[in-house]
């Protein structure tokens, strides 16, 4: 049984990890989180203890890292005698925290694919391009690496394989759903890493269709979703990590990737990309400073953490699957709704940090039980989806479903 | 009567200062252009000859200087004998020309308030804070310093004394209206230097009013104006130079500044605004660099100059100037109509680097004829006008009026 978990990373998820370890520490032992900036740790573990948040008296340390350098990572798990990495610093780290990991021969979950900061959409497969790379090597040593085990990357690859597994004979269709119908109250924010979030939608929209991929413009297809709680939303076709996994792992399904947004996000960004300003490629001023315009952006955005005091409303995601079961068509939603303030009232964190935060804390537990210590390299889908479901209700994410019987909580 | 000019800057104005000068080079003698980049400067100058644009033999020659270096300045001034100095470089380079001017008892002309870097929509009036300070010392050194030569400000003043000289008994309202018509074609980009268009319209917007300054903010107040040519265009109360000059010289008239902006100018100003990316202030990105946003909005916008070749349609620029008139109130609309397309084959510069370009070269053949020659600091409102609007008439921007009796040319 592994124990003992090392956070990397200091950001709203980073909070929600670390708030999540610290209630389950009965399983998951040690608690250390390393950042570069040890302010930042400081200030996360000044929160679990003032929300008293650790289950049984124990270890909370926190420890400055620069997780670029893979050897220092390296000896912060060993000092530490760690056994399972929680990655949720930006990313640009994954296959240093990987490679030390791999090294070290200890479990490594992360939530978001790997980036390089010179490239945005790279050539589909995503993880092809890197996580993958090391599948072999993580086998051959047995190493256990869970891919984007967030909730979207993550719970919604769970709730695909789940569709597949439970309510469908055979799977023609998955259409993942992210709706934020919460308000923060801000002229503009978002609500994770301004870098990464506009990385997202810079480049074209990859999906996978008729067994290839498709290639989108940014903002060219909506759709309008009528969803629980949160009523209907227009959501877009856009690019996200889990399409890349599912690809391979929906035998021959279309998957699609949808997010809401509202006409003043659209507008905004318009704006800033018509102007070159989301470009992560560098120019020059006229006094001849070398600046990244998207860094320049997200430095005068407001701090997504800053965000979560004022947040209200609720976040509903979710898989549209369909398919056949008893040769006829069916169509199963599975989803989360999750509560902004709900979330900043347990770990003070906002919503979108809630649900990316508990996934991994999730998976961890279940590495340190061995359901999920898989020893090698998998993506979410490939591990058995029930147990993460039901640790996913008990420690703060309900899982539901909407068929043709309604709207009903889902255990097992 | 003095001769031989200097140019200070390599911009679109430039460009057109230059062109302009060599037209008139029978009368200015030797032209010399400088600014810190000397290929700007060459690039200007290979312009000239290639349009033929200099009236007789004579010389045109570049030089590299950095204007902010007063010494350097001086020695430039006086290694080309220069006896008028044009300064269209930024409007953060005024005070130092000025005094290189000063100390080599040289006629000094600009088209822009002085700015500080670090600061934006000082306390009105505008001039009081810097250029002024110098106005005493300039009468008893004999030195003539033409404040704001440009057309708006500039000929927008003279047009404000002319209607007060010979249309008017008692004036009561200044409205200057400045419209560009004209289209670039480009997603979005401003008509000359981005850092110090923004600059003019992130601060509130003063004007004068029932003697005193009247503070408003951006796009508070719009308005529909009938205009010759260009038809009916909304413009927008905004702060301006003139404003603060004129505000002092106009018996107590109201002056107001309206400004033309189409929807999508206002929505892309407003979001960049808003997030705070036209700032003048720094801001620190994640990996530590300090860098002014708007410095990096200049970076990423269309040099102003490159908008020259493809730019169509029209300007407008003019003054509605109301009062008395033999007991009666009356209203006169004095104005010019400039062509994008014709300024760039004449001068290779679009029709806002003509407009603002033309006018500094009027009056420094007014001070080499000696009629404009004051031995004093004053902006344009103070000379006579009818000799700048028939040197104006002939150099390539033409006046004309429209009163009770109609649309006409005006020339004295």
Redesign the interface.
Same mark, same amino acid.
């Given at each position: 049984m592994k124990k003992n978990v090392l956070i990397i990373g200091a950001g709203g998820v980073a909070q929600v990890v670390a708030h999540k370890c610290a209630q389950n520490n009965d399983i998951l032992g040690d608690i250390h989180i390393a950042s570069r900036t040890k302010a930042k740790v400081e200030k996360i573990i000044a929160s679990v203890h003032e929300k008293k948040a650790m289950k049984q008296p124990g270890i909370f340390e926190g420890h400055a890292l620069d997780a670029l350098d893979i050897e220092a990572t390296k000896d912060l798990i060993r000092k530490t005698n760690s056994q399972i990495v929680i990655n949720v610093g930006t990313a640009f780290l994954n296959m240093s925290v990987l490679r030390a990991c791999m090294d070290t021969g200890v479990a490594y979950i992360d939530t978001a694919i790997h980036e390089e900061p010179g490239k945005i959409c790279e050539t589909p497969p995503w993880y092809g391009n890197y996580e993958w790379k090391r599948a072999a090597e993580c086998e051959e040593k047995g190493i256990t690496a869970i891919l984007g085990a967030g909730f979207d990357p993550g719970v919604v690859n769970a709730y695909a394989r789940l569709a597949k597994d439970e309510y469908l004979d055979k799977v023609t269709d998955v259409d993942i759903v992210d709706i934020n119908a919460g308000s923060h109250g801000k002229?503009?924010a978002t609500n994770f890493d301004p +870098?990464i979030n506009f990385r997202e939608f810079t480049g074209v929209v990859y999906s996978w269709q008729n067994n290839q991929w498709n290639v989108n413009k940014m903002f060219e297809i909506g759709k309008d979703y009528d969803l629980p709680v949160v009523g209907t939303r227009r959501a877009y076709l856009c690019g996200h990590d889990e399409v890349h996994s599912l690809a391979k792992n929906m035998d021959g399904a279309d998957v699609r990737f949808w997010m809401g947004f509202g006409d003043h996000y659209i507008? @905004?960004f318009t704006?800033?990309k018509? $102007?070159?300003?989301l470009?992560e490629q560098p @120019?020059?001023?006229? +006094?001849g $400073?070398e =600046? @990244?315009?998207l %860094? =320049? =952006? %997200?430095? =005068? $955005?407001p701090d997504p953490a800053s965000l979560a005091p004022g947040y209200e409303g609720k976040t509903c995601i979710g898989d549209y699957v369909k398919g056949l079961k008893d040769g006829k068509e069916r169509t199963v939603f599975i989803y989360n709704v999750a509560d902004h303030k709900e979330a900043y009232e347990e770990v003070g964190s906002q919503g979108i940090s809630y649900t990316a935060g508990v996934p991994p804390v999730a998976a961890a537990i279940l590495v340190a039980t061995g359901e999920w210590d898989a020893k090698k390299m998998v993506n979410v889908e490939e591990l058995p989806p029930k147990p993460f479901i039901n640790v996913l209700n008990r420690i703060g994410l309900q899982t539901c479903i909407r068929d043709e019987n309604g709207d009903r909580e889902l255990s097992f």
């Open positions: 002229y503009f +870098e507008n @905004v704006v800033l018509s $102007l070159g300003l470009s @120019v020059k001023t006229a +006094e $400073l =600046v @990244v315009p %860094k =320049v =952006v %997200k430095a =005068v $955005l």
